[in-house]
């Protein structure tokens, strides 16, 4: 029989805002250090597999491995989170992408590609952590101040994406040096990064948000918790969930489905890869660093708000991509256009979802929230290359534009039907 985590005393609002901060902090510290890690890991992820394979087919699915692992384990850690507080959850995600960073480097070394997308299929615990650390900053919040919580763990995120592939380099050569295989070295250096990442989590986080947000409060057994039916079940019961996890769903879906068809568009169409490289970048600011403005507004006009604005940015930035042609600088503004897009789905829809919930079903609702986030982006990312292959860049933002309007459609309806 599982024994439940001693609570600890019910705290005073001024002990909570305390530990909220040292909980944002510690967060945000590992979502950087975590962060390196899955940009070091996916940086060369597949040109290694292409290398290995001599397929480029094959290569396409090392993004899809990562996907999938993303996906695969959001529900354990989720389990693990109910069990036992976030510290556990957060440690068995950075655990399972320190192991797949491990098997990674002896599979390059073997030369072994299928061993190595077993590997990157565990390294994508490190992207299952960063989720579950954005909804970890929410545990303790005021209703007022989840977004924005949530979207400071977010924004933390920038500094490793960024940093990240620019370590790559670095780190094949200290390998190599130190007697690796050519690309075993930032695998190598994300297995560290992820290391730190769980010393981060097990020492810092305390004490544990979720265990002392539940204090007080009669919560289930978590032993007798069975979190695939326990999160169906509350979705049943709560609409305002349900409609929250569909859009982030769809923003997810588009905007992994454009963006990783962008770079082949823009390579057939031409552009070099440093054109590339900044139209990325740009996109992935667009994700990332306005999301403490996002948050921001989601607490003040309203998380409904926000999440219909955020399927306008990614209905303008279908358009403009699906019309681009040629043009680069308007391939580029559509993709800062879906970055901004994705994240007002993010973190206005993670933020409805956490305060649509009950606090001991929260972890079952939210794992299964990421879980059906990978395996829809992984999805798309599929049919995306199909359309692209058969009909055309043009007919991706078509379809995709679609999508996105008949979902804000969707949800404008319901909003103002219960408002």
Same mark, same amino acid.
């Given at each position: 029989?599982?024994?439940t985590?001693?609570?600890?005393?019910?705290?005073?609002?001024?002990?909570i805002?305390?530990?909220?901060?040292?909980?944002?902090?510690?967060?945000?510290?590992?979502q950087?250090?975590?962060?390196?890690?899955?940009?070091?890991?996916?940086?060369?992820?597949?040109v290694?597999?292409?290398?290995?394979?001599?397929?480029?087919?094959?290569?396409?699915?090392?993004?899809?491995?990562?996907?999938?692992?993303?996906?695969?384990?959001?529900?354990?850690?989720?389990?693990?989170?109910?069990?036992?507080?976030?510290?556990?959850?957060?440690?068995?995600?950075?655990?399972?992408?320190?192991?797949?960073?491990?098997?990674?480097?002896l599979?390059? @070394?073997?030369?072994?590609?299928?061993?190595?997308?077993?590997?990157?299929?565990?390294?994508?615990?490190?992207?299952?952590?960063?989720?579950?650390?954005?909804? @970890?900053?929410?545990?303790?919040?005021?209703?007022?101040?989840?977004?924005?919580?949530?979207?400071?763990?977010?924004?933390?995120?920038?500094?490793?994406?960024?940093?990240?592939p620019?370590?790559?380099?670095?780190?094949?050569?200290?390998?190599? @040096?130190?007697?690796?295989?050519?690309?075993?070295? *930032?695998?190598?250096?994300?297995?560290?990064?992820?290391?730190?990442?769980?010393?981060?989590?097990?020492?810092?986080?305390?004490?544990?948000?979720?265990?002392l947000?539940?204090?007080?409060?009669?919560?289930?057994?978590?032993?007798?918790?069975?979190t695939?039916?326990?999160?169906?079940?509350?979705?049943?019961?709560?609409?305002?969930?349900?409609?929250?996890?569909?859009?982030?769903?769809?923003?997810?879906?588009?905007?992994?489905?454009?963006?990783?068809?962008?770079?082949?568009?823009?390579?057939?169409?031409?552009?070099?890869?440093?054109v590339?490289?900044?139209?990325?970048?740009?996109?992935?600011?667009?994700?990332?660093?306005?999301?403490?403005?996002?948050?921001?507004?989601?607490?003040?006009?309203?998380?409904?708000?926000?999440?219909?604005?955020?399927?306008?940015?990614?209905?303008?930035?279908?358009?403009?991509?699906?019309?681009?042609?040629?043009?680069?600088?308007?391939?580029?503004?559509?993709?800062?256009?879906?970055?901004?897009?994705?994240?007002?789905?993010?973190?206005?829809?993670?933020?409805?979802?956490?305060?649509?919930? *009950?606090?001991?079903?929260?972890?079952?609702?939210?794992?299964?929230?990421?879980?059906?986030?990978?395996?829809?982006?992984?999805?798309?990312?599929?049919?995306?290359?199909?359309?692209?292959?058969?009909?055309?860049y043009?007919?991706?933002?078509?379809?995709?534009?679609?999508?996105?309007?008949?979902?804000?459609?969707?949800?404008?309806?319901?909003?103002?039907?219960?408002?």
């Amino acid at each position: 029989m599982t024994s439940t985590p001693t609570k600890p005393a019910v705290s005073s609002p001024d002990r909570i805002q305390r530990v909220q901060r040292r909980t944002l902090a510690v967060l945000s510290a590992a979502q950087i250090v975590g962060g390196v890690g899955v940009a070091v890991g996916l940086a060369l992820s597949s040109v290694v597999v292409d290398e290995l394979s001599r397929s480029t087919v094959i290569s396409g699915f090392a993004g899809t491995a990562t996907v999938l692992g993303a996906a695969l384990l959001a529900l354990p850690a989720a389990k693990a989170s109910g069990r036992g507080g976030r510290r556990a959850g957060l440690s068995l995600a950075y655990t399972a992408a320190l192991t797949g960073c491990v098997i990674s480097v002896l599979a390059i @070394s073997l030369r072994n590609w299928p061993l190595l997308l077993a590997g990157l299929v565990l390294v994508g615990g490190g992207s299952a952590g960063s989720l579950a650390a954005r909804y @970890s900053a929410t545990d303790l919040s005021p209703k007022d101040r989840s977004a924005r919580h949530l979207s400071l763990v977010v924004w933390a995120s920038t500094i490793g994406s960024v940093a990240g592939p620019n370590l790559a380099e670095p780190a094949d050569r200290i390998g190599r @040096s130190l007697g690796m295989a050519e690309k075993a070295g *930032p695998f190598a250096f994300a297995a560290l990064a992820f290391a730190l990442a769980v010393v981060i989590v097990l020492v810092l986080l305390r004490p544990d948000p979720l265990i002392l947000a539940r204090a007080g409060t009669r919560t289930e057994d978590p032993g007798r918790n069975r979190t695939i039916r326990t999160a169906w079940h509350t979705l049943r019961t709560t609409p305002t969930a349900r409609h929250a996890l569909v859009m982030i769903a769809v923003s997810h879906t588009a905007m992994v489905s454009v963006m990783s068809m962008t770079p082949v568009k823009l390579h057939h169409d031409g552009s070099n890869l440093d054109v590339i490289g900044l139209v990325i970048s740009l996109h992935i600011a667009g994700m990332y660093v306005l999301s403490p403005l996002v948050g921001w507004l989601a607490d003040k006009a309203g998380k409904v708000p926000v999440l219909v604005l955020g399927s306008a940015l990614l209905l303008s930035a279908a358009a403009l991509a699906g019309t681009a042609g040629h043009r680069v600088w308007q391939v580029t503004a559509a993709l800062v256009l879906l970055g901004l897009g994705w994240s007002c789905g993010l973190v206005a829809g993670s933020a409805l979802v956490t305060e649509s919930v *009950p606090i001991e079903r929260r972890p079952a609702v939210q794992g299964l929230s990421d879980l059906l986030m990978n395996v829809c982006g992984a999805t798309g990312t599929i049919v995306a290359g199909a359309i692209v292959g058969l009909l055309g860049y043009g007919m991706l933002g078509l379809m995709v534009g679609i999508m996105v309007a008949l979902s804000g459609l969707w949800l404008t309806a319901v909003w103002r039907r219960t408002s």
